[in-house]
Structure formats: structure tokens, C-alpha cells
């Protein structure tokens, strides 16, 4: 069965300081990974994709398959990255469901 | 372009009652999931809807289903209500393609 693990419920780290998020998957077969990210009052909203390999607002993610790990990083915390973080698999069945990790809040302190 | 809206907002209910919760896509967009966030479960997976077919289901019991209309527009049910059924329940549409639409969510309290 499909498992997503965010080890760590709460981090906080200092402005310009590095951040990473970790997450864990377990499925047998090719997920798709996503880390979706929750700002203050707003919607639950795409942050990353594995499969575009892209950097968005200076975060990145890298798929290593042999560790089933799917970390968020960022070299320079700033506050505006504070908020809720989750990471996501989605099965290779071509239907939309998506399985969620627990979550991580992200404190970045002025 | 409008984003998903999902009504009502906030919503009360008794034990044994059932409730109907509804979510507008974005245009054009076919698929619409749901999802209940609790602060126990995290966020977990209800059900997708396609074309108006049900292509997915999680592993809730029975008591919630849902449907798609013709317009895309969905509806989930969920009937002889629980107190933990007290959730936010979040839609979400796609093109059927990588990047799911949330919804912000209707918050169901069970009394």
C-alpha cells in the first residue's frame, strides 16, 4: 500500500538559512511526487512536480528512487516561504487521487 | 478564470443527520477529487470523479458517495452523520493532468 511520511510536524529555520523538508514514500511501482504547499488563509496549492524537474520560488525537489525520497530544499529560507508544506504521491493509474504526507509547518524566523 | 468554489462554508449538523456538500470546478476542468482533512488523518483521499463516472475511490465507508453532473459540478453526500465525520472537506479539479485546483474547503462540525 501507498505511504507518504513527513518526519518532522513542526521546523523552523532562520532567514537565509537552508531548509529542507523531508519526505519518504513507500509504493511499489512509479508514483508521480508533488509537494504542495498551504500559505496563511489560502488554498491548499501546487509548489513542485518531479516530473518537470523545475525551481519554483527558488525551492527544488529530487526524486531518489532508490532511498524513496522526494526532499524539499531551498538554499535561502525567507519569510515569505512560512506556511504549510505537504508532500504528495499520486499512482501511475491515470486517475486523480492523490496521497498525502502529514504535513510540515515551516517557521522562518525574521 | 474562476477558481473552484465548494458551498456551502461552514455547515452544523447533528448526529444521524446526512448532508450534501457542492463544488464547482474550474471551466473545462473534467476531474474533480475530494478530500477530508482532519487533524487526526491528515488529508485523505475520498473519491474522483470523471465525466460524470466515479474513477476512484478511497477507503471510506459507504455512508459518503458523491456525484458528477453534466456540467462537471459535484456533489458529495454523506449520510447517517458520525461526530468524526466533523472535517474540512476539500474538492479539488483538473484537466486530468498533473496539477489538481483546491477548493477552500467546507467545514462540517457534527454535533
Known amino acids: 500500500a501507498q505511504r507518504v511520511t513527513q518526519p518532522e510536524k513542526l521546523l523552523s529555520v532562520f532567514k537565509g538559512a537552508p531548509v529542507e523538508l523531508k519526505c519518504n514514500y513507500s509504493?511499489?511501482?512509479?508514483?508521480?511526487l508533488f509537494w504542495y504547499v498551504q500559505y496563511s488563509r489560502q488554498r491548499l496549492q501546487l509548489l513542485l512536480r518531479?516530473?518537470s524537474r523545475e525551481s519554483i520560488k527558488g525551492f527544488t525537489a529530487d526524486l531518489n528512487k532508490g532511498e524513496t525520497s522526494f526532499h524539499l530544499k531551498k538554499p535561502f529560507a525567507q519569510e515569505e516561504d512560512s506556511a504549510m508544506y505537504y508532500c504528495?504521491?499520486?499512482?501511475?493509474?491515470?486517475?486523480?487521487?492523490?496521497?498525502f504526507g502529514t504535513g510540515t509547518r515551516l517557521t522562518v524566523i525574521p | 478564470k474562476a477558481g473552484v468554489t465548494q458551498t456551502p462554508r461552514y455547515l452544523i449538523k447533528t448526529r444521524g443527520q446526512q448532508v450534501t456538500l457542492s463544488c464547482s470546478p474550474i471551466?473545462?476542468?473534467?476531474?474533480v477529487s475530494w478530500y477530508q482533512q482532519t487533524p487526526g488523518q491528515g488529508l485523505q483521499f475520498l473519491f474522483e470523479?470523471?465525466?460524470?463516472?466515479?474513477?476512484n475511490k478511497g477507503n471510506f465507508p459507504g455512508r459518503f458517495s458523491g456525484r458528477q453532473f453534466s456540467n462537471s459540478r459535484s456533489e458529495m453526500n454523506v449520510s447517517t452523520l458520525e461526530l468524526g465525520d466533523s472535517a474540512l472537506y476539500l474538492c479539488?479539479?483538473?484537466?486530468?493532468?498533473?496539477?489538481?485546483?483546491f477548493g477552500p474547503g467546507t467545514r462540517l462540525t457534527v454535533t
Open positions: 479539488a479539479s483538473s484537466t486530468d493532468g498533473w496539477e489538481q485546483y
Open positions: 509504493y511499489s511501482g512509479s508514483p508521480e
Open positions: 518531479h516530473i
Open positions: 504528495a504521491l499520486r499512482p501511475p493509474t491515470g486517475a486523480n487521487n492523490l496521497f
Open positions: 471551466s473545462g476542468h473534467r476531474s
Open positions: 470523479y470523471f465525466s460524470e463516472t466515479q474513477r
